[in-house]
């Protein structure tokens, strides 16, 4: 019997998921496939359901569902359920259907590895408070970073996320508006700065002004599509230490697939079977 994962959202455009799961399942010789669910509201629920029987590992979930799938699901891990958000979930052997987050220790993993050190005792600047800054400041915050700032176009949406996660670990929080001195201040001592926007994916531009910060910080975006932004060639361009999302992206499958498979390390052969999709320019926003 070939298991399956299956990835459910709406629109599906991106293969990355897709190419990394299934060179992982061939390389651990595991039978089963990745497949994309791209399904009309109104199908969610009979596709979670199918998904509690025996030839099913699990699920990812991406925009829209990630609330309604979080609902379906018998249980929530609890730093998905403090996080809020539901990326991916697990079949138990009973059939039962647990809830999880891959996007903060990926973003850990990844930001770490760009950065050179851990979080711990870091000062951060993040810009966005979507679904993907509330894994970055959760992770941040529980790494144990000294001070976050989060800035936003939407400034109420900076302060609900700082107001959720204020008590997380020893470090502060503090909301301002994308631009606002404030913003501005806190660049010029930030370890490292964050694009967890659209902005350098959909729409032009960048959210963080490089030639603030300390010659020592690193710019990470958690934009792949294109792998370079303007934020970081303006980053390389200033000697900033900057990477993209990519590394985020590969942590956080390999994290899902140990969840699914009990089979861990699966990181390198991953990498290998993206790198082509994640190098090219063409690949698909
Ligand atoms: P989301 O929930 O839709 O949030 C979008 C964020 O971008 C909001 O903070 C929004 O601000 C801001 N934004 C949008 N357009 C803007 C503009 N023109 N100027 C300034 N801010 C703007 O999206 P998400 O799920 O958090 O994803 C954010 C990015 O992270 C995407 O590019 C996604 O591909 C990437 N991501 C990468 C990984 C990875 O593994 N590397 C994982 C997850 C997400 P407002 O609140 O003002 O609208």
């Known amino acids: 019997m070939t298991q399956r994962v299956g990835l459910i959202g709406k ?19 595991i ?3 990745y497949v994309l669910l791209e399904l009309e509201p109104e199908e969610v629920e009979a596709a979670v359901a199918a998904a ?8 990812g979930v991406t925009a829209p569902y990630k609330r309604v799938v979080a609902g379906l699901c018998d249980d929530i891990d609890p730093e998905a359920a403090r996080i809020g958000a539901v990326n991916n979930v697990a079949r138990t052997p009973a059939g039962g259907l647990v809830g999880f987050n891959t996007d903060a220790p ?6 770490e590895l760009a950065m050179g050190r851990s979080l711990h005792g870091s000062t951060v600047v993040v810009a966005g408070a979507g679904g993907a800054a509330h894994a970055v400041v959760f992770a941040c915050l529980d790494a144990g970073a000294r001070h976050v700032t989060i800035g936003n176009r939407t400034v109420s949406a900076a302060a609900a996320l700082a107001e959720r996660f204020g008590d997380i670990g020893p470090g502060t929080v503090q909301a301002v508006a994308l631009g606002d001195p404030a913003f501005e201040r806190a660049l010029r001592s930030a370890d490292v700065a964050v694009n967890a926007t659209t902005v350098g994916m959909v729409d032009p531009g960048t959210t963080i002004d490089v030639a603030l910060l300390p010659v020592t910080a690193t710019v990470f975006d958690l934009v792949y599509v294109p792998p370079e932004t303007p934020l970081l060639r303006a980053a390389r361009a200033h000697g900033l230490r900057a990477a993209n999302g990519s590394e985020m992206l590969i942590a956080q499958a390999a994290i899902a697939f140990e969840r699914w498979t009990g089979v861990g390390g699966m990181a390198d052969v991953m990498r290998s079977a993206v790198a082509p999709l ?3 320019p063409a690949a698909t926003a």
Do not use: N, Y
């Not at 509690?52 to 699920?59: H, I, V, Y």
């Open 52 to 59: 509690r029987g025996e030839d099913w590992l699990g699920l």
């Open 278 to 280: 994640l190098a090219d």
């Open 11 to 29: 629109p599906l455009r991106r293969r990355h998921s897709q190419v990394m799961h299934d060179a992982a399942f061939d390389a651990a010789g």
């Open 31 to 33: 039978d089963a496939r």
């Open 106 to 111: 990926g973003f850990r993993a990844g930001v």
